[in-house]
């Protein structure tokens, strides 16, 4: 009888273990499964962002004062901005600048003066870069601050940089953006937002 007894005993207690075990498997399988299906969600979420259609978004704005207007262009993914382009243009002296295209031609025949020339700041960024150090004392190329910018917006959606824009004054824009040192890279960065949201 005493035998009989200690051997149910050892029976229930290897029971008791075997039943534990499996809950101890089944709550680690249910969170490998939860951490999986996770990921998995991540995953699909990253892939959906990315087989999303590219878009454009250009507009013409006065980001930089009266006596120019900027071209913004940009190319977006999802709510991101994947992309994006600047340039300046503004009327130019033909013994230092060279004209958009046609100003040689019938299209110049418009100009007021014909010694102006309406030109391409990124095109005749040397000139105009010169001309920058010589009346403003600036020390960074127009066409790296216009890069420097450009690659700033990149990876960023609207919200994110309108929230900067609302934080940030126009003298700390200059500092938010390495490699830029242009006065109205608030202005740059403006124009290239409303050229996100133009994007049908």
Request: charged content about 20%; overall charge negative.
């Amino acid at each position: 009888m005493f035998v009989k007894k200690i051997s149910l005993l050892l029976l229930s207690l290897g029971l008791v273990a075997v039943f534990a075990g499996c809950s101890s498997n089944g709550q680690s399988g249910s969170s490998s499964g939860a951490a999986a299906e996770a990921s998995t969600t991540a995953a699909a979420a990253t892939t959906a962002a990315d087989s999303a259609p590219v878009k454009m978004g250009r507009v013409e704005y006065a980001a930089h004062g009266t006596k120019c207007f900027t071209v913004a262009v940009v190319a977006m993914q999802g709510d991101k901005i994947i992309g994006a382009s600047l340039d300046d243009y503004q009327f130019m002296s033909t013994d230092v600048a060279k004209g958009v295209p046609n100003s040689d031609q019938d299209f110049g025949q418009n100009y007021k003066d014909p010694k102006m020339v309406l030109a391409s700041k990124k095109a005749n960024a040397e000139y105009y870069s010169e001309h920058m150090k010589e009346e403003a004392g600036a020390t960074t190329p127009v066409d790296e601050s216009l890069a420097a910018i450009e690659q700033y917006v990149t990876g960023k959606t609207v919200a994110e940089l309108e929230d900067e824009l609302s934080n940030k004054s126009a003298e700390q824009w200059v500092d938010a953006v390495s490699g830029a040192t242009l006065v109205d890279t608030q202005g740059y960065v403006k124009a290239l937002v409303e050229a996100a949201k133009s994007v049908k």
